[in-house]
């Protein structure tokens, strides 16, 4: 009886498992799951939202083509300025009160954003909007990504990654790049006018993100937030408020001493000043730059839609190619090699986007599935690296930190690439981060060499260590 027990007992105890990808302790399956579906369905309402804005731009407000460029930098500008302010708090506020609330929230906003979006009267409005969607973006990025890192043992974060890449290409895939480009053709030949077709593309994606957040509500398990125990006497509230200030500026200081005595994730802190700016420049101006070079060669902006949703579902289609591939990969070897690597490629990748004499062509497609998969390379790098080195208790603080400076970038890159678009080319915001992306990986080389001459190891902190993982 007793060893029935015991066998019992070390079944339960033993880690679930998708396939050869081994869970975190006590993450069920089904979790994994709910999560993947409703965080894909949030970078997809973010996506296509990115898509139509030049659809809203040229056929809903009528912006003049010379200064679709500018306004697209602008906008982006204000809504990651507004994540530069919010991210890190909200890295914080995870870590205190859990992500669920949090990722209802970002979901909730996306799909108010994507509601609103076609019925802006003027640029004032889009200003408004992005400024609103910045908040939900910063709830987002405090709160999806840092779990992926709470569901899988550290041996599987490589493989895992690859699961999370396929998962969200698909979606993506099918509701932007085949569903979602082509709707506003399918409701303008089904007897709406342009910008009817366009509004209610718009208000559908919006649907489907209030959906994924009631499923958050409903079915994905809660956080377990650190708190007092059961039957402490809570403090006044301005007592907790000033205690949890210390406490947030606190790990700010220990993440920050982490990264002096952790050369590996002083890599990814470095860098961080440029690995969001690509996501940023292509979903401000790809589309765009099909969009108005479409219409010198006679595309109509329907068509041109369609175009940039095959475009955008090329790019996903690395999400098939590259994570099953590079997961194990990752597992197996340097991660920090690997992530320095596609710094390299992702460059590279941009730099050949003034090659594209014209967006009917093959060389767009093309680009896309250069660009595509050297943006996967460096995701599923970054994030595998970040996964084995930041300090397991302080993940969402680290990961807003890095947000933070990344964002500080982005927010400088977004305002300069729309004049680059308008005044010296289209294909120009592309050059400056290939441009980016070589300088920084130069950098971060140079950083590793000056680490090493000085003997720097990679240590844990006092009270919080990494996760044990591949070492460099």
């Known amino acids: 009886m007793n060893r029935r027990d015991s066998s019992i007992s070390c079944e339960q105890a033993a880690p679930a498992r998708i396939g050869p990808i081994v869970l975190a302790q006590g993450v069920p399956v089904r979790e994994v799951f709910v999560f993947l579906f409703i965080t894909g369905i949030a970078v997809m309402v973010s996506a296509f939202i990115n898509l139509m804005q030049p659809y809203v731009f040229s056929e809903m407000i009528g912006i003049a083509p010379e200064r679709q460029g500018r306004l697209a930098g602008q906008l982006m500008t204000v809504q990651q300025a507004v994540v530069l302010v919010c991210v890190s708090f909200a890295g914080a506020l995870a870590d205190k009160i859990g992500r669920k609330a949090l990722l209802v929230f970002a979901l909730a906003g996306y799909s108010l954003a994507a509601v609103a979006y076609p019925l802006a009267g003027g640029v004032v409005t889009l200003f408004v909007i992005r400024f609103f969607f910045g908040i939900a973006s910063s709830t987002h990025t405090a709160s999806g990504p840092p779990k992926f890192y709470d569901y899988v043992d550290n041996g599987s974060r490589g493989k895992f990654m690859a699961l999370v890449m396929i998962f969200y290409g698909l979606i993506n895939i099918l509701m ?8 506003p053709g399918w409701l303008n030949a089904a007897g709406y006018d342009v910008a009817q077709a366009g509004t209610f593309a718009l208000w559908l994606c919006g649907a489907v993100g209030f959906g994924a957040a009631i499923v958050t509500a409903l079915f994905l398990l809660p956080d ?16 907790r408020a000033t205690s949890g200030f210390r406490d947030l500026t606190r790990n700010f200081g220990r993440i920050l001493g982490y990264t002096r005595t952790n050369r590996r994730f002083g890599v990814l802190l470095l860098t961080s000043f440029v690995v969001r700016t690509d996501e940023a420049v292509v979903g401000s101006f790809f589309a765009l730059w099909i969009t108005l070079r479409g219409a010198q060669e006679g595309v109509s902006t329907t068509e041109a839609l369609a175009i940039a949703g095959t475009v955008m579902a090329l790019m996903r289609v690395s999400s098939f190619v590259v994570p099953p ?24 990748a941009f730099l050949a986007a003034p090659l594209v004499d014209s967006v009917t062509g093959w060389g767009i497609f093309l680009l896309a599935l250069f660009i595509g998969h ?34 500080v970038s982005v927010v400088v890159v977004s305002f300069v690439a729309g004049y680059l678009f308008d005044i010296i080319g289209l294909t120009a915001p592309f050059v400056m981060i290939g441009v980016l992306h070589m300088i920084f990986s130069v950098v971060a080389l140079a950083y590793l060499g000056v680490c090493r001459r000085r003997g720097g190891a990679d240590s844990p902190l006092e009270d919080g260590a990494a996760s044990v993982g591949v070492s460099g």
């Open 374 to 407: 050297a943006e996967s390379t460096q995701t599923i790098a970054q994030q595998a690296l970040f996964g084995e080195e930041a300090p397991a208790d302080l993940r969402g603080t680290a990961y807003g930190l890095l947000a933070f400076f990344g964002t």
């Open 325 to 348: 591939i590079l997961g194990p990969i990752l597992d197996k070897v340097d991660r920090l090699f690997i992530y320095i690597l596609s710094l390299v490629l992702v460059g590279a």
């Open 224 to 239: 377990r937030p650190a708190g007092p125990p059961p039957g402490t006497v809570r403090a006044p509230l301005m007592a």
């Open 176 to 183: 932007v790049g085949v569903i979602g480009g082509a709707l």
